[in-house]
């Protein structure tokens, strides 16, 4: 998520956000004690986030060591479940898209990497965004559709995320869904 574009001083991402980056070990950790400093000013409060908003982020260690607790303390947890944790990251992305700032090929590129670091689960490309992960091959190689087709395709895929619900999951103790608590918090390489 070190690409997204820039924040107005009003779009801070929600710890729900974090959570979902966290799992998906995707978070800036440089940026999240700023956020966490938001996030006192939005009204949460508790000792692990006070002591995180005080972070400079250059320690990913110390970031790490305190962010699930921080995320407590904003009543908020991280997905156990990487389809959990994809649908809020896609949610957002259809959201950023919705609102104009981001265009239809960067959603396809930060869904391509979603579903990469995720192993291309079956569970997430069932998502709405997750249908796309075939189109940043077409995209990049110039064959198939035209530019104007795949773009359609992908405010379509944005609108049907907004209005999916969360995924339900029945066995978290499957290879496909759980994420491993060492996980959460470290860069992983795709298996």
């Known amino acids: 998520m070190h690409e997204w574009p820039a924040l107005n001083p009003g779009n801070i991402p929600t710890p729900e956000l974090v ?61 156990d479940s990487a389809t959990a944790a994809a649908h809020t990251a896609f949610t957002h992305l259809a959201r950023l898209h919705t609102d104009g700032p981001v265009s239809e090929e960067w959603i396809v590129g930060k869904v391509d990497h979603i579903l990469a670091q995720t192993g291309y689960r079956g569970s997430i490309i069932d998502l709405p965004l997750g249908q796309l992960y075939y189109l940043v091959d077409e995209w990049d190689a110039g064959w198939g559709r035209t530019i104007p087709q795949l773009r359609a395709e992908v405010r379509h895929a944005c609108a049907a995320q907004l209005t999916a619900h969360p995924p339900t999951i029945t066995n978290r103790s499957t290879v496909d869904e759980a994420i491993p608590a060492s996980q959460h918090t470290a860069r992983r390489d795709v298996p």
Request: aromatic content about 6%; some cysteine; hydrophobic content about 45%.
């Open 19 to 79: 959570a979902a980056w966290t799992a998906l070990s995707m978070a800036p950790t440089e940026r999240i004690p700023l956020w966490a400093a938001h996030w006192l000013s939005d009204g949460y409060d508790g000792h692990a986030l006070r002591t995180l908003a005080g972070l400079s982020g250059t320690d990913s260690g110390d970031v790490h060591d305190l962010l699930r607790d921080a995320l407590a303390d904003c009543r908020t947890c991280i997905p």
